[in-house]
């Protein structure tokens, strides 16, 4: 059964470590990421954007592919399902009635006053059906699945109001960026991260967990940074291993059939594993389900 992500981001706040924040796209990344959870004894966050929602045919699609994988698998570590960039009110409900354990209402691109004004709407919503939720503050830069930031900073004193909301974690522009950082980027802004976090005294999340080096990684989670989303870093990995198969012509080897979707995916699904397990040895999340 799902659960809301409140708990395991308390745990993770009080002891210094971080919850991993996966994008899934379909089935092969759901069911890696739930097996190699479980393997792992991983607590884990689902995430999935707008657009992913929209390319799996629905919400009613992603709840009922999950929880049916949660029930065949045996999965018994906490899973949260989650909506992540969530641009309206609107989406934000129809997630929690069909299901959704979390919510992440992003009016980063609103007026302030807005975006504010939303995210306590979404709250009063989400404690009628025990969902957690998650706000932003600031903008992550770059894009994502067609939600463009500018990569503005987060302020102390928006941090320190939207806290008062009654929110369970708080996403907010550290000079992180998604997709694959540029050559020009050099860190995060680990000022800022202190700023916000002794004002906002709670859970925040890293956005475009891609990409960071290992110890600003850890620096991040030391300062605060309970849950950390990955996305980009999982597609190039299934990227390369499909390629490498491609490019071995094994697609092409009528005799094994590899061309049976299930070979074909199968060392890119293998791949999201490794990568799941690498990146949730560094949050340091492992084993504490
Ligand atoms: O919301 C999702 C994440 O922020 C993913 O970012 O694709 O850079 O890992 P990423
Ligand atoms: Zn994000």
């Known amino acids: 059964k799902l659960v809301n992500a ?11 470590y971080a919850i991993g924040h996966f994008n899934i796209n379909n089935l092969e990344w759901t069911k890696s990421i739930l097996e190699a ?3 792992s004894k991983t607590p884990v966050i689902l995430g999935t ?4 929602i929209k390319y799996m045919g629905g919400v009613k699609v992603v709840v009922g592919m999950v929880n049916g994988l949660l029930d065949s698998l045996n999965i018994t570590v906490p899973v949260a399902l989650h909506l992540d960039h969530g641009q309206s009110v609107e989406v934000a409900k129809e997630c929690i009635l069909a299901g959704y354990s979390s919510i992440m209402f992003d009016g980063s691109h609103l007026p302030y006053e807005e975006n504010l004004a939303k995210t306590k ?18 903008s992550v830069g770059g894009e994502e699945d067609g939600v463009v930031g500018a990569g503005e900073l987060g302020d102390p004193k928006e941090a320190a109001e939207f806290a008062d909301l009654g929110i369970d974690m708080l996403a907010a522009g550290i000079g992180n960026i998604h997709g694959k950082y540029p050559e020009w980027w050099k860190s995060l802004s680990f000022e800022t991260l202190e700023v916000l976090q002794n004002a906002a005294k709670m859970p925040m ?3 475009g967990g891609s990409g ?6 850890m620096k991040a989670i030391s300062l605060g940074i309970s849950k950390i ?32 979707p299930r070979k074909l ?14 990146l949730t040895s560094w949050f340091g999340c492992q084993g504490k389900a």
């Open 229 to 260: 989303n990955v996305n980009t870093e999982l597609q190039l990995a299934f990227r390369d291993a499909t390629r490498a198969y491609v490019e071995a012509k094994k697609d092409l080897d009528d005799v094994k059939k590899g061309f049976d």
């Open 37 to 39: 959870a479980q393997a």
């Open 121 to 138: 709407e979404v709250v009063a919503f989400a404690a009628q059906h025990e969902v957690s939720v998650e706000a932003e503050i600031g």
């Open 212 to 217: 960071i080096p290992k110890e600003q990684v």
């Open 6 to 16: 409140k708990a395991m981001i308390q745990e993770a706040y009080k002891n210094k």
């Open 265 to 278: 995916l199968a060392p890119g699904t293998q791949a999201l594993k490794d990568t799941f397990l690498e």
């Open 205 to 207: 999340v890293l956005h």
């Open 49 to 52: 954007s707008e657009g992913a």
